[in-house]
Every structure is written in structure tokens, then in C-alpha cells.
């Protein structure tokens, strides 16, 4: 069974940094992960998805990675911004499509 | 183009009650899944459909049902409902093939009282 998790559970950043967050999961069969955001009392929103057979993803100012030997996937947001502030959850994909094991999420707070 | 669009957003419902919760999938997509998500388990897997037909089932218990329609809007159903069903239930929705992006809806926030 997939399991995924991210470290850490909270990360607070003033404006301006690079934001780092990670997601590992124990079964490297994966076909593929994506990450999403969450605002509060929203719904989920699609950042990026990688396919099993990629390295990497980009889009505007994020980027991710994905390792399916060390079973890691690392999210990269550059030059945060308060409008980052949110929960962004990993979450990996097997050969049934709409069905996804997802990680608890790393909430993020930026400073002004 | 339309999103997921789910109703009702917000509900209160007493215990014992049912409920059911329904989701339209963006236009042409054929796979709907549902997730409860609650504070403490986070994101759970309840089932998928995809042309009508169950093709995956989370581990909860048989109170928790679902339907897809044969324009794929999808519905669940949550009988007798417990107060441990407060949660906030997602559907996502996508073409159902492989390597494409899973969409999510904003979610039916249920309260069980």
C-alpha cells in the first residue's frame, strides 16, 4: 500500500525566500504525483503533476521534481509571496486514475 | 470551461439522518472520485466511477455509496449518518486515462450534530 508523506507539517518564510517543500512515498511503482494546494475552507487546487517517466515539472515560479528510486518528489516555489500562504499536499497516482494516496500537507505561511 | 461543481456547499444534518451529496464533472471528463477530508485523517479515498461503474472502493464502511450517471454527474450517499461524518467531501474529476491532471471541486462541507 502507498504511503506518502511530508516534512515538515509547517513552514512560516518572510516574503522573497525560496520555498522547499518535500514528499516521499514508500512505493515506488508510482505512475505518477502531483501537487496541490488547499486554501482554507476551499477546495484543492493543481499545481503540477509529473509523470512517472519525468524528472521534472515547471510552471511560472514552481517547479517539482520527482525521484522514484529514493521515492522523494521535492517542491520548489520561488521568490515567495504572501499570496503563497496555503496547505500543499502531495499526492501519488497508481494505475487507477482517480484514485489518489495523499500526504497530510505542509502549510505554508509567508511574511510580508 | 466549467469546473467541478458540487452541491450542496454547506449542510447540517442530525444523527442517524442520510445524506446525499452530488458533483458535476468538468464537461467530458468520465472519472469522478470522492475524498472525505477531516483534521485528523486528512484526505481519504472513498471510491471512484468511471462510464457509470465503480472501479475502486476506499476502505470505509457500506453506509458510504456512491452513483455515476450516464452524463457522469456522480452523487454520494452517506446513511445513518455518525458524528465522527463531519468532514469536509471532495469530488475531482478527470478523462479517466492515464497520466492526466485530477481536478477538484470546492468540496460539501457536512456537519453532523
Known amino acids: 500500500k502507498q504511503e506518502v508523506t511530508q516534512i515538515p507539517a509547517a513552514l512560516s518564510v518572510p516574503e522573497g525566500e525560496n520555498l522547499v517543500l518535500n514528499c516521499s512515498f514508500t512505493?515506488?511503482?508510482?505512475?505518477?504525483l502531483q501537487w496541490f494546494r488547499q486554501d482554507p475552507g476551499k477546495g484543492l487546487t493543481s499545481l503540477l503533476l509529473?509523470?512517472?517517466?519525468?524528472r521534472e515539472q515547471t510552471s511560472g515560479r514552481l517547479n517539482a521534481s520527482l525521484d522514484k528510486s529514493s521515492g522523494r518528489s521535492t517542491l520548489y516555489i520561488a521568490a515567495s509571496q504572501p499570496g503563497d500562504s496555503a496547505t500543499y499536499l502531495c499526492?501519488?497516482?497508481?494505475?487507477?486514475?482517480?484514485?489518489?494516496?495523499f500526504g497530510a500537507g505542509t502549510q505554508v505561511v509567508v511574511t510580508p | 470551461k466549467a469546473g467541478v461543481t458540487q452541491t450542496p456547499r454547506y449542510l447540517i444534518k442530525t444523527r442517524g439522518q442520510q445524506v446525499t451529496l452530488s458533483c458535476s464533472p468538468i464537461?467530458?471528463?468520465?472519472?469522478v472520485s470522492w475524498y472525505q477530508q477531516t483534521p485528523g485523517q486528512g484526505l481519504q479515498f472513498l471510491f471512484e466511477?468511471?462510464?457509470?461503474?465503480?472501479?475502486n472502493k476506499g476502505n470505509f464502511p457500506g453506509r458510504f455509496s456512491g452513483r455515476q450517471f450516464s452524463n457522469s454527474r456522480s452523487e454520494m450517499n452517506v446513511s445513518t449518518l455518525e458524528l465522527g461524518d463531519s468532514a469536509l467531501y471532495l469530488c475531482?474529476?478527470?478523462?479517466?486515462?492515464?497520466?492526466?491532471?485530477?481536478?477538484f471541486g470546492e468540496g460539501s462541507w457536512l456537519t453532523v450534530v
Open positions: 475531482a474529476s478527470s478523462p479517466g486515462t492515464a497520466g492526466n491532471t485530477i481536478y
Open positions: 512505493d515506488s511503482a508510482i505512475y505518477n
Open positions: 509529473i509523470q512517472s517517466s519525468q
Open positions: 499526492a501519488g497516482g497508481g494505475d487507477s486514475w482517480g484514485k489518489l494516496q
Open positions: 464537461s467530458g471528463h468520465r472519472s
Open positions: 466511477y468511471f462510464s457509470e461503474t465503480q472501479r
